[in-house]
DNA sequence: CGACGTGTTGATCTCTCTCAATTAGAGTGG
DNA sequence: CCACTCTAATTGAGAGAGATCAACACGTCG
């Protein structure tokens, strides 16, 4: 695999991005170590793990989760190319939760001091990776609200709206022709929504009929939006356009 | 209400807190622009809300919570003396999120841009930040595997340990005598774990029954430590000790 | 003293889980 | 090209944890 430079990062070209100035990216490009592919349905970084390097995720799509002992799982969310693993974990620190690769995947590696060298030197990108950090908390605030109030229905309107406008996003005709990729299984929807396989696939099945999505062949489409969009109980549309790079 | 230094700030003399140079106090207490009160029950910040200042508690207890349309109510996580409230929305931005005082609380304000500010003029207390903005994102991720994957027992007995551990942070005596304060109604705790009110009185009643804690007078109280902390499926312990202050 | 908020408890009701089986598709080896 | 295997998706049936509905107890407060 070819280490790609931070300067030609593909990631920087989306609108979604902000621009950086030719030293900003001198820096992050002197912090990245290496780059690293995982296969799908392999382990990025295991629950309870010490010294877990910064990644960022390149390509592909990865999740985070966290287990009781005996086996029951929950994904605490979903990761994106452009989305940082491992913030959480104070330097040294075992890291309170797993990442799994969903399918293949490419990380950038960085040096485990890299956030702190960021916030040194560039008090500005430091800056954005607090609000970066704040801003996958409350991703992580929409699904407790899911999975606390709203019903398994609700729950899958909620998250095929959320995670197709986040993939949309990244996506140059922003999924309008074939809707968007989508290598979730139900067992991972199952598992992002604290519900049971077997419901998650009667209630998927259900909303499908419906006419509401359709997934098939690794891709989501939206079919009635607004229905969907009503049953989330999702005021207009209400998600941050644009985030910071690193 | 006298106004209180930050060079003099109760929270300092914890050990939960870090120490600070001179120069980071005498920032700190540049950013802090006022100090309110605000009643129990009474709201701090409203969903939706624009431009929000940034607080800190000072002294009380509040919550951060979600709300659907129809009033069904999640609460994201309680807040504690020390705890931030305001990061989350990017300024300028409409908050996510609601925040109530659970108790009478004391609040220091800062000014809007004391975020920026703090990590321009010191990069280690913007790391800070960062950091606690983290571990604020890890203590929502607990919630959320309880509320995915626990039973109404389960969540309960977590519920209790974690927030135990906590408030004993907190005080002098680590709530050896008495337990700790414990100002939350069950309403809070439904609303917290995801359950309707009366299960959660069956379900704490049928805890407090079996001797496992006591709710009295304001103050809760564990008898059963290691039979709450099978229930939670918490391993040896695994909370952190220390954590950095503003 | 009546109103109200919080806590309790009993009696249904139902959404979601668990158990069981079947189908469909991809990959493998002979 | 076909049996064999594995995983993911489906569907039906029965069981159960937790929700909803209804009352009542208790303390505080105006």
Not at 11 to 16: D, G, S, T, V, Y
Not at 118 to 139: D, M, Q
Request: hydrophobic share 45%; glycine share 8%.
């Amino acid at each position: 695999m070819k280490i790609i430079p931070c300067s030609a990062c593909p990631l920087r070209a989306l609108p979604l991005f902000h621009p950086h100035s030719g030293t900003e990216l001198a820096l992050i490009e002197s912090l990245k170590k290496n780059q690293i592919a995982v296969e799908a349905e392999h382990s990025v970084i295991r629950e309870g793990q010490t010294a877990a390097p910064l990644y960022t995720l390149l390509s592909g799509w990865a999740f985070r989760f966290k287990t009781l002992s005996d086996g029951r799982r929950q994904i605490l969310n979903f990761l994106l190319p452009g989305d940082f693993i491992g913030v959480q974990q104070k330097m040294g620190d075992a890291s309170a939760h797993g990442v799994d690769a969903l399918s293949d995947v490419t990380l950038c590696v960085f040096r485990r001091d890299a956030l702190w060298e960021l916030h040194r030197a560039t008090p500005e990108l430091g800056f954005n990776v607090t609000w970066l950090t704040a801003h996958e908390e409350s991703v992580v605030d929409d699904t407790l609200l899911s999975v606390g109030r709203r019903s398994a229905e609700e729950r899958i309107a909620t998250l095929l709206i959320v995670l197709f406008k986040r993939v949309a996003a990244l996506l140059p005709d922003g999924g309008a022709a074939r809707g968007v990729p989508f290598p979730l299984t139900q067992q991972h929807i199952a598992d992002g929504l604290g519900l049971s396989l077997v419901h998650t696939n009667k209630t998927l099945r259900k909303l499908a009929r419906r006419g509401l999505h359709r997934i098939e062949g690794g891709y989501l489409k939206l079919l009635d939006v607004t229905a969907l969009a009503r049953l989330a109980d999702l005021y207009g549309d209400g998600r941050p356009a644009t985030r910071p790079l690193i």
